[in-house]
């Protein structure tokens, strides 16, 4: 990991979004050579026949403030349901089992904690521990109210930690994309964070198709590589699905794939992996796939979950173009980006410093072409 570091100064991060969305610079990479751009421009960028593949995930309100009985305060920031999909989970009512961390746990041994909002009254009951995780039982009243809607009444949208700072009300908006449909991630698929519905058509009209999947970004994303050999790090699991659509696009595609953010490249590439072992989840290291783009249309739609880590020497089935932001220094998804474009992703970062580009979520973007 020592080899994927750099040197960022905090004034380089974006702590808030540009004030309008898509006003952001955009490093365009192919063979060697890099230019600035604004982002969408040059056109000729994209070209007719591209599939522009994004992901429709949308981040859950997940952080809620709890109050122990002798008042102290504890933060539950909601992971994952333990058993059901997403979609099942935010529509039980009086009652839902999560994985979530916990903020404060120290204070909170034993027993429910309690949270009161405008027409709501829950409780939280820690039910096991799994390292830095606990599970937990949640139970609300009026139990008619089903747990995504008691989210939005009393949960606090997480943004990523190196922010440093509370949410406010400009990232209720702007830490989602504008193409945002499915709820359950707690992170945003931040590639997607520049585009705009006037650009997405634009470049439709272009010829340019577009497709989408979702990945339920997890929290784990943010998790620092802290282990010198980067294949010792441990990956969190994140819960996928490609509907049959997207599935035929890719697979008749005559143009380059084009993965919208780091999300979409570990899903797609994530598929073609599960070509080789259907109905299984996708581990860590990836198996060798043979074949072309047409042995997608084996699957129907696909769920699944994934641990795929993709880090230098990984071999690329699917994709051709990656637009992604500037990622954190030894962070897996740094290892991605240096996987696709290989040792130039250091010069590729040091431009863009030198050319005073915003780093990190909500900072500048790149189109990223594999070498």
Same mark, same amino acid.
């Given at each position: 990991m020592s080899e994927y570091d750099y040197v960022l100064p905090d004034e380089r991060i974006a702590k808030y979004p540009p004030e309008k969305r898509g006003d952001s610079k955009w490093l365009i990479y192919r063979d060697g050579q890099m230019s600035v751009h604004r982002?969408?421009?040059?056109?000729?960028?994209?070209?007719?026949?591209?599939?522009?593949v994004f992901n429709d995930a949308k981040v859950i309100p997940a952080r809620m403030l709890f109050r122990t009985e002798s008042g102290r305060d504890v933060e539950i920031f909601c992971l994952r349901p333990h058993v059901l999909d997403y979609e099942r989970a935010l529509s039980e009512r009086g009652?839902?089992?999560?994985?979530?961390?916990?903020?404060?746990?120290?204070?909170?041994?034993?027993?429910?904690? =309690?949270?009161?909002?405008?027409?709501?009254?829950?409780?939280?009951?820690?039910?096991?521990?799994e390292n830095d995780v606990r599970l937990v039982r949640f139970?609300?009243?009026?139990?008619?109210?089903?747990?995504?809607?008691?989210?939005?009444?009393?949960?606090?949208?997480?943004?990523?930690?190196?922010? =440093?700072?509370?949410?406010?009300?400009?990232?209720?908006? =702007?830490?989602?994309?504008c193409y945002a449909q499915t709820p359950g991630a707690v992170a945003a698929p931040t590639a997607g964070l520049h585009f705009t519905p006037e650009l997405i058509k634009k470049l439709e009209n272009r010829g340019v198709k577009t497709a989408k999947l979702t990945l339920f970004v997890s929290a784990g994303t943010f998790k620092p590589v802290t282990v010198e050999n980067a294949l010792d790090h441990v990956m969190h699991a994140e819960n996928f699905s490609v509907p049959p659509e997207t599935i035929r696009l890719l697979a008749e595609a005559k143009g380059p794939i084009i993965a919208v953010g780091t999300t979409v490249m570990r899903t797609l590439e994530s598929l073609w992996q599960m070509l080789d072992r259907p109905g299984q989840d996708v581990g860590r290291f990836p198996v060798a796939v043979s074949g072309d783009r047409k042995r997608l249309l084996e699957f129907g739609g696909v769920s699944a979950s994934t641990r795929l880590m993709i880090a230098p020497g990984y071999p690329f089935a699917l994709c051709d173009g990656l637009i992604t932001n500037f990622h954190q220094p030894k962070s897996t998804l740094l290892l991605l980006v240096a996987a696709f474009v290989g040792r130039d992703w250091k010069k590729i970062y040091d431009f863009a410093l030198e050319n005073d580009f915003r780093f990190l979520s909500y900072g500048d973007s790149s189109l990223l072409w594999r070498r």
């Open positions: 982002f969408g421009e040059p056109e000729s960028a994209l070209p007719p026949g591209a599939v522009l009652s839902s089992l999560w994985t979530a961390y916990v903020g404060g746990a120290k204070k909170w041994k034993r027993g429910k904690v =309690r949270l009161t909002a405008p027409n709501l009254e829950m409780t939280a009951e820690i039910v096991d521990v139970e609300w009243q009026p139990d008619e109210t089903t747990f995504g809607e008691a989210l939005e009444v009393a949960g606090r949208l997480p943004i990523p930690p190196y922010l =440093r700072r509370e949410t406010e009300a400009v990232d209720q908006e =702007r830490y989602q994309t």
